[in-house]
């Protein structure tokens, strides 16, 4: 009886653990009804350069110069951020430090190594989620190279473009955005060499 009781309770654990990384998202789903609420907000504000504490700012800000829409923050402790903010707070986007890649907010993201482009963990509200050794298998951050020297660093699935991540074009431009299957999916920024920014919204395929 004991056996047959620990048999189940073994082949039962993997179900649970898996269930907890199912349910985990690996950082915040916002709903496409509050980014476009966001971009409403934000599309006609004018790119710029503001200084704070935290460090050089390039992207939209408002009329009173306040950090306001999707941009990049150039910092001495997270290194360059890029992503959304509201009134110079980080909402959402990809915190690019020398050794790690966190992608998501400020208090619930995921962590990679950008030496390997493996995931380490997810933390969410304070708690730090080690995650299943063969996570790193399906999920990784990646550096990838174009024949015509465009050049991706992000999120990848299988070795697709998928999640969020940074397209630079061999002119200098670049965007910042969602992917989904090696597509641009949804709402995302270019920024151009000439300090312009315009947000562009991207449909797929099931759409």
Not at 31 to 48: L, N, R, T, W
Not at 60 to 66: F, L, V
Request: net charge neutral; proline share 2%; glycine share 12%.
């Amino acid at each position: 009886m004991k056996n047959a009781i620990l048999f189940v309770l073994c082949a039962l654990f993997p179900v649970a653990l898996y269930a907890q990384y199912g349910r985990l998202d690996k950082y915040p789903n916002i709903p496409s009804q509050y980014d476009a609420a966001f971009v409403d907000h934000v599309k006609d504000f004018a790119s710029g350069v503001a200084k704070s504490s935290y460090g050089q700012y390039f992207g939209q800000i408002t009329k009173e110069r306040n950090v306001y829409g999707f941009g990049a923050y150039y910092t001495d402790s997270d290194g360059v951020v890029y992503g959304q903010y509201r009134l110079g707070n980080f909402l959402f986007g990809i915190k690019m430090g020398v050794q790690t890649a966190k992608v998501g907010s400020n208090d619930h993201y995921i962590c990679y190594d950008l030496t390997t482009g493996e995931p380490l963990y997810i933390m969410k509200d304070g708690d730090k989620y080690t995650l299943p050794a063969d996570y790193g298998k399906t999920y990784r951050f990646e550096s990838l190279t174009y024949q015509n020297g465009d050049k991706y660093v992000g999120e990848t699935v299988d070795g697709k473009r998928e999640g969020v991540g940074l397209y630079y074009y061999n002119n200098g431009n670049y965007y910042y955005g969602r992917y989904k299957n090696n597509d641009r999916k949804g709402f995302g920024a270019m920024f151009y060499t000439s300090n312009k920014i315009t947000i562009q919204y991207w449909k797929s395929e099931d759409e």
